[in-house]
């Protein structure tokens, strides 16, 4: 069996768990239970034939007796990238930790304000290849580049509207979390944050096959409301997603089952 680990951040559940249940070659889903990957396990569990094993820990981690694709999937806290540190060492251990168990890594982050930056070199030590989303020749810069399509879509909408938020599946869901909980909440609570975005003049809507127009604009609605915003709306993507996932899976069958 090839075994393909994924470390995502929590903004990218529903994007992976979409990826999870319409691949057909993936045979087992194995996902480190925790606080933060509740969704994307209820998902697994309620729209899949697949019933995921739940493990408290990687040394749970048991290979079931099945050919095909195994995935071990561990979600990381929406957040983390509001201190760069964080991120980047969180990342590594988790890639550390996985390692032994898997044949490749794929992580649902990118450059992250710069945090995964030469990733060659931070994950060169990896008994496993690591794998980020690509946008050409570079990994993608952060969960909007990937869902807008890469750094010269999120460059011509930054260039039209410089106060623009950009609002995904996981940045709905998770807004509350990244403005307040993701930094000090003395210095970032509601109140800061207002006058920190009093620039800022629309809200993107990038719908994609994970989360609708309809629904993007209906959960838009109280933050629209709060920082005195306006939506507009730019088709999104799951094609850099997609493309480094077909990739990821490539490499795993080539470890697994090496050309002789």
């Given at each position: 069996m090839?075994?393909?680990?994924?470390?995502?951040?929590?903004?990218?559940?529903?994007?992976?768990?979409?990826?999870?249940?319409?691949?057909?070659?993936?045979?087992?889903?194995?996902?480190?239970?925790?606080?933060?990957?509740?969704?994307?396990?209820?998902?697994?569990?309620?729209?899949?034939?697949?019933?995921?094993?739940?493990?408290?820990?990687?040394?749970?981690?048991?290979?079931?007796?099945?050919?095909?694709?195994?995935?071990?999937?561990?979600?990381?806290?929406?957040?983390?990238?509001?201190?760069?540190?964080?991120?980047?060492?969180?990342?590594?251990?988790?890639?550390?930790?996985?390692?032994?168990?898997?044949?490749?890594?794929?992580l649902?982050?990118?450059?992250?304000?710069?945090?995964?930056?030469?990733?060659?070199?931070?994950?060169?030590?990896?008994?496993?290849?690591?794998?980020?989303?690509?946008?050409?020749?570079?990994?993608?810069?952060?969960c909007?580049?990937?869902?807008?399509?890469?750094?010269?879509?999120?460059?011509?909408e930054?260039?039209?509207?410089?106060?623009?938020?950009?609002?995904?599946?996981?940045f709905?869901?998770?807004?509350?979390?990244?403005?307040?909980?993701?930094?000090?909440?003395?210095?970032?609570?509601?109140?800061?944050?207002?006058?920190?975005?009093?620039?800022?003049?629309?809200?993107?809507?990038?719908?994609?096959?994970?989360?609708?127009?309809?629904?993007?604009?209906?959960?838009?609605?109280?933050?629209?409301?709060?920082?005195?915003?306006?939506?507009?709306?730019?088709?999104?993507?799951?094609?850099?997603?997609?493309?480094?996932?077909?990739?990821?899976?490539?490499?795993?069958?080539?470890?697994?089952?090496?050309?002789?």
């Amino acid at each position: 069996m090839a075994i393909l680990g994924i470390i995502t951040c929590e903004v990218l559940e529903l994007e992976f768990a979409h990826l999870l249940r319409n691949d057909p070659e993936v045979m087992a889903v194995t996902i480190l239970e925790n606080q933060f990957s509740e969704k994307l396990a209820e998902i697994i569990t309620q729209q899949t034939k697949i019933k995921p094993q739940l493990i408290a820990c990687l040394g749970e981690y048991s290979h079931p007796a099945a050919a095909g694709l195994e995935v071990v999937v561990r979600v990381m806290k929406v957040g983390l990238h509001s201190i760069i540190k964080n991120l980047r060492d969180g990342v590594l251990q988790a890639v550390s930790e996985m390692a032994p168990y898997v044949d490749a890594i794929l992580l649902g982050y990118g450059l992250c304000g710069n945090a995964l930056e030469d990733s060659e070199g931070l994950f060169l030590d990896s008994p496993v290849p690591v794998f980020l989303p690509m946008d050409g020749d570079h990994p993608v810069d952060d969960c909007v580049g990937l869902t807008i399509g890469g750094r010269e879509n999120y460059y011509e909408e930054q260039c039209k509207v410089a106060g623009t938020m950009f609002i995904n599946s996981g940045f709905l869901r998770h807004w509350k979390t990244v403005f307040y909980e993701g930094r000090t909440a003395e210095k970032f609570g509601p109140a800061i944050m207002k006058r920190l975005l009093a620039n800022y003049k629309r809200t993107l809507l990038l719908p994609t096959p994970v989360a609708s127009e309809q629904e993007l604009a209906s959960g838009v609605e109280e933050f629209n409301e709060i920082y005195g915003l306006h939506s507009e709306v730019r088709p999104g993507t799951l094609d850099l997603l997609e493309q480094a996932w077909n990739f990821a899976k490539q490499s795993v069958r080539e470890a697994a089952f090496p050309t002789r």
